[in-house]
T-cell receptor, first 113, second 114 residues
C-alpha cells in the first residue's frame, strides 16, 4: 500500500481566497509531483521536485506555487483562488531510479465558487 | 517528444466479456511502460508494468505485453467483473539527461454492467 496522503479531500472555497493543498509521503521518496486532472480525466503535470529545496514547473502552466522544505512534505498553494482553478489535484511520489513507478495520493477535489 | 495514445472511451462491456484497451507510444530508445488504474474517487495506482521489449506485465487477471516492433502495450483481461469499472491510464517513462520523464495517456473509462 502506498503511504501518500492528501488533505483536504474536498474543498469548496470562494473566489480570492488563499488555499494550501497538503501532500505528505512516508516512503522517503526524493521525487514528488503535482498533477491537475480535468473532467475529461487527462492528467497534466503542473509541478515537480527532485528533493529538498528543488521545485520545477511542469508541462502545464499553473498559477499555483509549491515548496519542498522537508522530504516528506510537498504543499501546493494558490494565493488567490479563481473558478478556473476548479479541478482535481493529485499528488504523487517516486523513488530515485528504479522503474519509475509513481505512487499517488487520493486527490483533492477543489471547487472555487 | 514522447507520447502515449490510448483508445477513446468510454468502453462498456457486460460482465465476463473480454477486454482490450489499446495503447501505442512514441519514444526513442527503450522506455518502461505502465498501466495505472483509477477507481472512482481515488488516485491512480499501478496495475502492471514492463521494462523491456517482450516483457509481459500481469496483475489481477490483467495482462499487457511490451511490443517494440509495433510500439504497443495493449491491456487485456479475459473476463471482466463489475469491480473492474474504472479509468485506465497507459504511461511510459523515459530517461532523458538524468530526468526521468513520465508521460500519461488520456485515460480510458471502462464500465462493466452486470
Amino acid at each position: 500500500e502506498a503511504d501518500i496522503y492528501q488533505t483536504p479531500r474536498y474543498l469548496v472555497i470562494g473566489t480570492g481566497k488563499k488555499i494550501t493543498l497538503e501532500c505528505s509521503q512516508t516512503m522517503g521518496h526524493d521525487k514528488m509531483y503535482w498533477y491537475q486532472q480535468d473532467p475529461g480525466m487527462e492528467l497534466h503535470l503542473i509541478h515537480y521536485s527532485y528533493g529538498v529545496n528543488s521545485t520545477e514547473k511542469g508541462d502545464l502552466s499553473s498559477e499555483s506555487t509549491v515548496s519542498r522544505i522537508r522530504t516528506e512534505h510537498f504543499p501546493l498553494t494558490l494565493e488567490s483562488a479563481r473558478p478556473s482553478h476548479t479541478s482535481q489535484y493529485l499528488c504523487a511520489s517516486s523513488e530515485w531510479g528504479g522503474t519509475g513507478e509513481q505512487y499517488f495520493g487520493p486527490g483533492t477535489r477543489l471547487t472555487v465558487t | 517528444g514522447n507520447s502515449v495514445t490510448q483508445m477513446e472511451g468510454p468502453v462498456t462491456l457486460s460482465e465476463e466479456a473480454f477486454l482490450t484497451i489499446n495503447c501505442t507510444y512514441t519514444a526513442t530508445g527503450y522506455p518502461s511502460l505502465f498501466w495505472y488504474v483509477q477507481y472512482p474517487g481515488e488516485g491512480l495506482q499501478l496495475l502492471l508494468k514492463a521494462t523491456k521489449a517482450d516483457d509481459k506485465g500481469s496483475n489481477k487477471g490483467f495482462e499487457a505485453t511490451y511490443r517494440k516492433e509495433t510500439t504497443s502495450f495493449h491491456l487485456e483481461k479475459g473476463s471482466v467483473q463489475v469491480s473492474d469499472s474504472a479509468v485506465y491510464f497507459c504511461a511510459l517513462r523515459r530517461d532523458s539527461g538524468g530526468y526521468q520523464k513520465v508521460t500519461f495517456g488520456t485515460g480510458t473509462k471502462l464500465q462493466v454492467i452486470p
